[in-house]
């Protein structure tokens, strides 16, 4: 029997070998990804830590395409409800917000829709809004027409080397799976595959979160999923996640690197044109009733109360859009003013904030690296084939293992233009230094894994 | 010289004969509806009466599930183009419009798509978006992102005896049987099935119209679907399509109309509650270079002179959006001012308003009724399913025959409380009278055809 | 048969006998004007034609510096009342409606304040706002700060030739001069030096307009300022006020001339740069309680409305801003939708443009030049001085008279780079022919008087 | 030479005899109050502690009402300027808005105006326009329209005795005071009576704040005038300036307050109605070319990082708008983003709110209470006028001295409804405990200075 100790023993060895498990809460994603979305196979509600809440009215489903990673969130609420919306961003997408900026004073949201695949997944919220008709919830009577509200954020690019996207299946499987009092924190759902600290080089996994909170009969929800082009911190100003730039101290505070702006950001980095590479979208729910205008200033609170916990916070790289729903289950209590529940909200939702984050992956260090046989590199050499923009081309040469990247653009730290040679790090495993070293897994016959752990990438050989 | 006494007994034949045909430019739908979206095959580019122009950056494909009837328009451009959107209407649906009041000076939209459906028809928009990235068009990376913009028409409800709805297969296959130079005038595309004047109890058949003009090197195409809660007038003022009530005159003018509220609305007329159920969604196109605060300027004032040809307009019953799209092909000319461009414009829209309007179906009138024996009676009566939410009944009782709707709703003029007497109209056909008298055909064997024509609904004998 | 001949004969006749009155119900200006606003002395609810109400809940008072002429118009509430308000003009002023736009439902405004002046007019609105505290009626206890909200139209530039705007002495001698159930059409108050059309180079003098309707238990009042860069056209379409170029119809009837456009407008006419040179300003008030969101639908309707009567509407040249009020003095009736009473206060609406109309000068024909000695012309050249910015040096010269215009501009048809001859007219009166001739009238010793009637431009002698 | 150590002496000797300063920086009120706007005599530039920096593009007027006190701030630039606003609060007092909201590209604003005196204080902001004119910068022509836009902020209410508001005669005379490369930071202009804190009771004296930045050749300018319903933290999250009731800890922590909601609260407080008490209203300048999109996502970022330096921020009971200006003395340096450049804006900003806070007035506390004669005594007995709305009623009997206000409303802690006792402090000084201590000053013969200081409020005996 392995005693904790052992455990502990275990554990530690396998860093010092440069471990870098997979994390056990997020399943490691197929290793056949197919091109062509039709063929992608849902996976509901997994991934992230699992987090309790006790409010029936909510019911969450999650989705992903393992295989991008991508994925979906997808709110329903018991009733139609008020809805209001607060877009910040510079880059936002969106369905249907310009109704809620009506301020009508009548119940209609149905559903909260955040998804992966940038505007492409749009195509989520609107999916969530027909399986409401599809199932009989709503219908085409005027008066139960249903709505679905919802946005994006941005996870392609150089965190993957495929387009998967979030679509109608996807969206639809999260709806179905919908189920009360559960949220995942981290890589799961609409946040699976997000990035935070780009702003900085940081570029970290990030992830979603919830928080949940009541005060007396008032109970307050917050949801965010965060691919912020900024760091998240906390609340005494300490930096959650990042990887350091050489030099960086180890407890970085945020404050630090805003005011060393722009001595702080990677030198020579810029935001190369558009403005639609990062966002963070949430949504707070409150059970009291509310009329539109005093829902829409808590949506405005509590979006703006977001620039702590993030920061910086509303960039143009960003397209920031918060939802505020109340669910009218009980009536404003005596005395709690707008301010003072938009006061409680933005704590809640600065918990949420912190709860996205995810555990970070050890970056490899090599420390005494494996002998590699000739015989050995052959088997790894060969063509990879991500998807259809990205190949990786493995050659041996020399006693010495090269990779370059092929197809449209490079695969992280294995470069387009000229072939990188790959550091033997333990066996079967190499890696290619940098500010973000890349690994890559030989391990299993004929694949190539790249960035082994919750948001890695596989090839077959070709 | 033709009397009006003659004039009117040729009508008279004319029914006799069997007048009241489907118009020769729509198809009738198919006999067998599905209730499910699944079973559905899109029916492209058809119906209308074809509009050519002259434009070879655009691209416009229509589909229609034939069954509802409902539909899709969608018109791409041959590259990224300048959008900007103008909303007024008290019950809109949009997606991607927020982005759009960003004022980038950007060209970033690829398409812009109307549809039918009301809410659930915004899956319409999303689709002709990722339809973008799935043929290649565009892809994930961060400066080549797809972007489909677009609004939606409330097409359910007393219109027609089901809840179909366009969605992602049909608007992808409108979105693949793009092309340039075409235009469908009337009912096709997301005009399939739409209607105008239910302000004043016209409730009159509508479509989409389109008109296109050349002012030297300019060009200017205006697009409408016009579902609106008011009437269409021509230059004249002239009503182009209204049941008139009893006593009304025959050449209506929409002053009178609208000079006489609240007395020339319908006797007890009201709007049973919800913002949703009207809406004209519209776009404008240049191509000249424009500015965004320019394009945005021409959108208003193009969408505010739509209350000329359309009155009201912009109610809070309709949920009305202009689009304006500047395809950047050539500099704007000299002196050119943003006010004449939108006021040439302005009268692009209006000539497509009034091609918007269909040949408006014949009211039956009958004249000298058939006699129909009890055998016939017995062969008509059975229990016809339009749908999962309306069927007949139809029974044969003392020489007479009767209906009554089952289901969720009355089917036009066929009650749900109690049956209505069938009046005999010519063979195998009888009516049911009222301001919109009821068509009922049994001339297909197992099959009543409700109000045969281009917006007819059939069912099958259970 | 009326020849053409005796026509301008009859014409000639008129004008012998003391033609081109000053209409009797608007003051001449005075003959000194001054440069500094300091000087001026507000003249209060004079001018126009006046327009008797039933309406104790709105006390509306008018002011206006004949020197302009120039005006305001406030519109008082007898309590805190309801406002929405619709921007839709390239070139709006406007003070305070962002917060008019948060859509509480809280009665808030005490008044509307129209104004001349452009955006220097804007004084006239904070000034309503200062007055309500100075008078005691609004305090500064957080419950009781006063809300005057309003707009402004741009009537400076070629119609005068001085830049005097009304300010904070004007607004407040309009505020303290309201009454109840009294509104003056024409040329008065805000509408005191407005003009339609210059669209079309119509360049018509316009005015304020008001009209008021009682429907069962509700009332409705409708006021709006018309400086629209379109023509006002009545329900039959025909314009209501233009100087015609020549071979222009006599009945205009503005469908032809929108539809002939680009060739309707005046030949080389062009708007050279930006857009704050016209404006329609409006408010619609209605009796019933509602809440926010219906009376910006209510807004938004009877401003898009605006587009029937005003042609163009809302271009890029215009400011146009819409307020809605609504009193809450009696509940919503049953029965009247949004939609209906927004079609109803749109024809209120319309009524109030048509009202705005002030009847036209005459146009000088010469017919038998009266004889001028070269002693009386010597008595009338001089250096006549209009304001800080427009003098005009009358000269005699070989029995000949001429003019030409001094500082910064040129005075209508008199130029600046050249000197112009003036023909005459009749005794002591003479003119510069065009498509809008000028009038100089020299009958009063040492003055010059340009353009004699309500907009005339007086100078005396340097 | 006088050592540290008894420097500390020294200054707590001074607390023990009930020091109080007036601080140096900031002038005294006269002793006269007038009731009347129209006595009030302009001070200006004064107050506060002068900051230099170095931007000749920027001149910068302050002017205050001593007597209220209240104040108004006015940037001006040195040409037409382009910019862009951002409005987030719940009660925003807003001219010309609208029009930046637009997006054209082309420079238009002349100032931005801030204000006291809530909605009434919009009076300052137009008046800036007319002074444009009245000084000839701007005038009349088309192209030549004055644009000042600005917004105020509340300083009615409990903190002061009176209801004096900046006007006309104010803001012009800060208008013409106005000079290059002078701010003043703490209580001057409009920042010359604000609070801070209300949110969690502190109810602390606030002000204006600016800061300056300079980064290669990008000049960056902050402005602030911080009367926010939050309290002001620095960068480690301590809490500047609060009254901290019983028990509370000496270095308060905002993420104390914050987290510990709803108890942090005062017990019993409550926001009794409206939105409009508390507002921040901004400036952000930078002298890099933009156009208006990029200028507006600057607004929005730098507007949203304020939530940081001031929490709870953009609370229903504040009224913030953030202005941002491009003077495009410079093209946009390579490489610097928009999001870059509004990282380090907001760190400027967030500078700009720190040095708005003032030197925070010592609270008095009786350690022996001085001996004061009946003779005494009755000499400050008397009915003591601070305005139209407050006068304080001192009797003498039995010794001791009470107080009870007269008019409308208390006196800081003299009530209304009963007399208090005031407690002998030092010669002449009476207090009323509490959490906010009065203190009440009789040493100028038959005057009542309350609460003296930077924001004393002082009487004449009837």
């Given at each position: 029997m ?5 455990h502990?023993s ?8 440069g471990?870098m ?9 197929k ?9 992608l ?6 991934g ?5 809440f006790?409010?029936p009215?909510?019911?969450i ?12 969130t ?5 009733r139609?409800?008020?809805g209001?919306?607060?877009v910040?961003g510079?880059g936002?997408g ?9 301020f009508?004073?009548?119940?209609e949201?149905?559903s ?8 492409y997944?749009?195509e989520?919220v609107t999916?969530v ?11 085409g ?24 996207y979030?679509?109608?299946?996807l969206?639809?499987?999260?709806f ?13 759902g ?23 909170k ?15 082009f900024g ?9 959650q996640?990042c990887y ?25 980095w810029?935001?190369?044109?558009g ?21 829409k200033?808590l ?20 397209g920031?859009?918060m ?17 003072q529940?938009g ?9 949420a ?21 000739e015989k ?19 050659t ?5 293992l ?12 294995v ?5 990188v ?5 333990k ?13 890559l897994?030989?391990?299993?016959k ?12 596989t090839?077959?050989?070709?």
């Amino acid at each position: 029997m392995m005693t904790m100790k052992s455990h502990l023993s275990l554990m530690a060895l396998a860093f010092a070998l440069g471990a870098m498990p997979a994390l056990s809460q997020t399943p490691a994603p197929k290793l056949n990804p197919p091109d062509s979305q039709a063929d992608l196979k849902p996976v509901v509600n997994t991934g992230g830590e699992v987090m309790n809440f006790d409010w029936p009215m909510l019911k969450i489903g999650m989705a992903e395409y393992s295989e991008g990673p991508t994925g979906v969130t997808v709110i329903r609420f018991g009733r139609k409800v008020l809805g209001a919306v607060d877009v910040r961003g510079g880059g936002p997408g969106t369905v249907n917000t310009e109704y809620l900026d009506l301020f009508y004073n009548v119940p209609e949201v149905d559903s909260v829709v955040f998804s992966g695949g940038s505007w492409y997944g749009l195509e989520s919220v609107t999916a969530v809004n027909t399986a409401l008709k599809d199932e009989g919830t709503r219908s085409g009577h005027w008066d139960n027409i249903g709505l679905a509200v919802g946005s994006i954020i941005y996870d392609f690019g150089d965190r993957r080397l495929n387009e998967i996207y979030p679509d109608k299946k996807l969206a639809q499987a999260a709806f179905h799976a919908a189920e009360t009092g559960v949220f995942r924190n981290g890589s799961a759902g609409a946040g699976r595959n997000t990035r935070t600290g780009y702003y900085f080089g940081c570029n970290s996994p990030s992830g979603q979160g919830g928080a949940f909170k009541q005060v007396g009969d008032i109970k307050i929800a917050a949801f965010t999923v965060v691919n912020a082009f900024g760091v998240v911190a906390d609340r005494d100003g300490k930096v959650q996640a990042c990887y350091g730039g050489e030099g960086w101290p180890k407890d970085l505070m945020v404050k630090d690197l805003m005011q060393n702006l722009p001595d702080s950001q990677k030198p020579g980095w810029t935001v190369p044109g558009g403005p639609k590479r990062n966002t963070t979208v949430s949504l707070i729910v409150v059970n009291q009733k509310m009329d539109p205008a005093e829902l829409k200033r808590l949506a405005v609170q509590v979006h703006t109360s977001m620039a702590r916990g993030i920061q910086p916070y509303a960039t143009m790289g960003d397209g920031d859009v918060m939802y505020a729903i109340s669910t009218a289950e009980i009536d404003a209590p005596e005395g709690m003013t707008n301010p003072q529940l938009g006061g409680i909200a933005s704590e809640v939702m600065w918990d949420a904030i912190l709860n996205s984050v995810p555990e970070q992956p050890t970056l490899p260090v090599v420390t005494s690296a494996p002998q590699v046989t000739e015989k050995a590199m052959k088997t790894y050499a060969g063509d990879y084939r991500f998807s259809n923009i990205v190949s990786v081309k493995v050659t041996a040469d020399g006693g010495k293992l090269y990779a370059q990247a092929t197809g449209e653009r490079k695969a992280y730290n294995v470069p387009k233009d000229a072939k990188v040679e790959l550091i033997p790090y333990k066996d079967g495993v190499f890696m290619v230094p940098g500010r973000y070293p890349t690994v890559l897994d030989f391990t299993t016959k004929g694949k190539l894994v790249m960035n082994p752990g919750p948001w890695q990438q596989t090839a077959a050989s070709k």
